[in-house]
């Protein structure tokens, strides 16, 4: 199950992306290097896009 929680910090908007019922380490394994590099490779591709726009990504794990 995936959760989406949006809120808005010093004017800029987080999405917050938070997963439940999952193995953990399965995750790390199979999931997080293929996801994770989507991720970036998308929010890369944004930046290029709308260069005056403040795009980030944290990780936390």
Do not use: C, S
């Amino acid at each position: 199950m995936i959760t989406d929680i949006d809120h808005f910090d010093d004017d800029v908007l987080w999405e917050l992306k938070v997963t439940f019922y999952a193995d953990d380490e399965w995750i790390l394994k199979n999931i997080d290097p293929r996801f994770g590099a989507a991720v970036e490779a998308r929010v890369q591709h944004l930046r290029e896009k709308y260069p005056n726009e403040d795009i980030r990504i944290r990780w936390d794990h």
